[in-house]
């Protein structure tokens, strides 16, 4: 007995220590995790699973991490491991990151299948809605593409290059290509050397100098998206937070990115500051100026962010002094990232996203920001993007050249960067469609030649046209959200108009304005018929009682003769040309006095109609010889006509 006990207490033993050993790595694979160091919490994942566990939070991290260190392929893996066990728990913001990461896999099929999934767990997200407002942004993205040259650029390094910016006829860049291999310079996060500024000249047929490090502006931290004044004199840029040079770290461990400026004095970069709105808990980096040097743009986490990172603004005072960050708002920013804002010469704003529509990864995008009640963001399109991350985007817009980031394959390193003609200029107009058809109220047929015009809510005309022979019309307009007015005018009619919304730069279609006709005294000699648009008095053959399909004509006629109370007429029938003059002329006669009769039984006044017939004697059309025309035809002469003699 005392040696079965010995052996339950044994193997319970074994069994606390192998859970303890596996608390221990999942601890430790956690905090790497939690700490941003992604390659080791990856390496001790990896090792957690090839022992055979298989928990969802482990598939949660590694496909995260992954995705974080730009490994789509990858992220992809783990995160079809996470949605394959039973009743999995994952946030939808797991479906978003396995879409967008089957994306740069080019498994688009598959991408749109967990999009789906993810709009319906998540309608009231700004991606969500982006994603339902362009289920198309495939096709966009390709009406974009083809309108820039691009190639690699000989100063690249097998390690990562990126972060260009411009200075003068030089080209600034981040890169990690000799700032030591020795563990305390390698960044957790990616397992890439810490990155530090260099820059290299560029002449006018693109060729580069040698590429020089800014020694005074680099430190044991990492450096990286430097802007500079025109005058070359200051510089902004990114740097972790540190203290005498060196990493300082937030209660969580984490050295976060500060904004930094700096002064050239005497060919050295001295009075280096960190911008006031800088924090320890939150980070911010990638800085661009405005076209008049007032204004800074910039990506961070701060409090007031909508995802991952945003883009921020920030007044840059005469004394020195910065404002107060403002968020450029849910045009602009989704959940995900937007990041490495540059602004061009004509406030064209450049940035980074794996929020919007894209290929997958990071994409390029670009708005117009003259306006920012009226942004229209647009995928720049391929070759710039590609299934992979393509960022730090930026352009000359007087030259049309420019440069940008990628880890597309085919580089030398893991971010490499290239240069870039821009052959044809980006549309950044946004025009939504309206479409629609004018019709007759009375009789529902289309109305060519009317004039259609789109008012905004101060009564400006946004565009105008004219309908087509069917009626219909299509009309550009304003992608500012709100109500519009769509005002409809032509001859002898009433105008009409219609309201319409304009929402997330929605098309607009089915549009459909009836047009009551004008009500004008009719002259003398008018046959009302004709005048009203109403349908003819048609009599079938040899006979003069009034059909029934006649109803409707008389009555409107006995309708517009109540709106002017002095108008008499006169009913003039007629037959068509088979049988003899005198019977013709009898029985246009019965017609006419048929059709006197059907109006004095609608209360018509007495005094206000006579009754005429012609019999053959003015024939609508030319069928003298009733044998060669139509029965249609011949029916267009047995009518009768409302003719105003008074």
Request: negative net charge.
């Amino acid at each position: 007995m005392d040696k079965k006990i010995k052996y339950i207490l044994c193997a319970a033993l074994m069994v606390c220590a192998v859970v303890a050993a596996q608390d221990k790595k999942t601890k430790k694979a956690k905090d790497n995790f939690e700490s941003y160091s992604y390659v080791p919490a990856i390496e001790s994942y990896e090792e957690l699973v090839d022992q055979g566990y298989s928990e969802e939070d482990i598939f949660k991290n590694l496909g995260d991490a992954n995705y974080q260190n730009a490994n789509y392929s990858e992220a992809a893996n783990w995160y079809s491991k996470l949605f394959a066990i039973e009743g999995a728990t994952a946030d939808a913001d797991y479906m978003y990151r396995y879409a967008q990461s089957l994306k740069s896999s080019e498994e688009y099929e598959a991408s749109n299948i967990w999009m789906q999934k993810y709009q319906a767990a998540k309608q009231a997200d700004v991606r969500a809605k982006k994603i339902a407002d362009n289920p198309d942004y495939l096709k966009r993205i390709e009406n974009n593409s083809g309108r820039y040259d691009i190639k690699s650029l000989t100063l690249n390094s097998i390690a990562s290059d990126f972060a260009p910016s411009f200075k003068g006829e030089q080209l600034v860049f981040s890169t990690a290509r000799d700032s030591g291999t020795v563990s305390r310079k390698i960044h957790t996060w990616n397992n890439q050397p810490f990155t530090n500024l260099y820059a290299a000249s560029v002449s006018a047929n693109g060729d580069f100098g040698p590429v020089i490090k800014l020694s005074s502006l680099n430190k044991k931290t990492h450096e990286t998206s430097a802007v500079f004044t025109k005058d070359g004199t200051t510089v902004y840029f990114t740097r972790n937070n540190s203290e005498n040079g060196n990493f300082s770290r937030d209660a969580d461990g984490v050295s976060r990115l500060k904004i930094y400026r700096a002064n050239l004095q005497n060919g050295e970069w001295t009075n280096i500051t960190e911008l006031s709105f800088n924090g320890d808990n939150y980070s911010a980096a990638h800085p661009a100026l405005s076209p008049d040097e007032r204004k800074l743009y910039f990506a961070s986490d701060m409090e007031g962010t909508i995802g991952a990172s945003d883009i921020f603004v920030v007044d840059l005072n005469e004394d020195g002094s910065v404002g107060t960050p403002k968020n450029l708002g849910n045009i602009i920013n989704t959940e995900a990232r937007e990041t490495f804002p540059f602004v061009t010469a004509s406030n064209v704003l450049y940035f980074a996203s794996d929020g919007h529509p894209g290929l997958g990864g990071l994409d390029v995008f670009a708005t117009k920001i003259e306006d920012m009640s009226n942004l229209y963001v647009v995928n720049v399109g391929k070759s710039v993007n590609s299934e992979q991350d393509d960022f730090s985007f930026i352009i000359n817009d007087e030259t049309k050249k420019g440069f940008f980031a990628s880890n597309r394959d085919g580089g030398l390193g893991s971010d490499d960067i290239y240069g870039f003609t821009e052959t044809k200029e980006i549309d950044l107009t946004c025009n939504t469609l309206v479409e629609g058809i004018v019709k007759d109220e009375a009789t529902g047929e289309p109305l060519e030649g009317a004039k259609v015009a789109i008012l905004n809510g101060t009564s400006e005309v946004i565009s105008e046209t004219i309908s087509g022979d069917n009626g219909t019309f299509t009309l550009e307009g304003d992608c500012r959200e709100g109500d519009y007015q769509i005002v409809v005018s032509k001859d002898e009619y009433d105008d009409g108009n219609t309201v319409f919304k304009v929402v997330r730069a929605n098309d607009t279609s089915g549009v459909e304005i009836a047009l009551t006709r004008t009500l004008k005294r009719a002259a003398v000699g008018t046959d009302l018929v004709a005048f009203l648009a109403l349908r003819p008095v048609y009599f079938d053959l040899d006979k003069a009682a009034i059909r029934p399909d006649a109803s409707a004509t008389m009555l409107k006629v006995i309708e517009y003769m109540n709106l002017f109370p002095d108008i008499k007429i006169q009913i003039q029938s007629h037959t068509d040309a088979k049988a003899g003059t005198g019977y013709n002329q009898r029985l246009s006669q019965r017609r006419a006095d048929n059709t006197v009769t059907y109006l004095l039984a609608n209360k018509m006044d007495a005094s206000r109609v006579s009754a005429k017939g012609f019999g053959e004697s003015k024939l609508a059309n030319d069928c003298v010889d009733w044998t060669k025309c139509t029965p249609e035809k011949n029916e267009e002469n047995r009518r009768s006509e409302f003719i105003v003699v008074e």
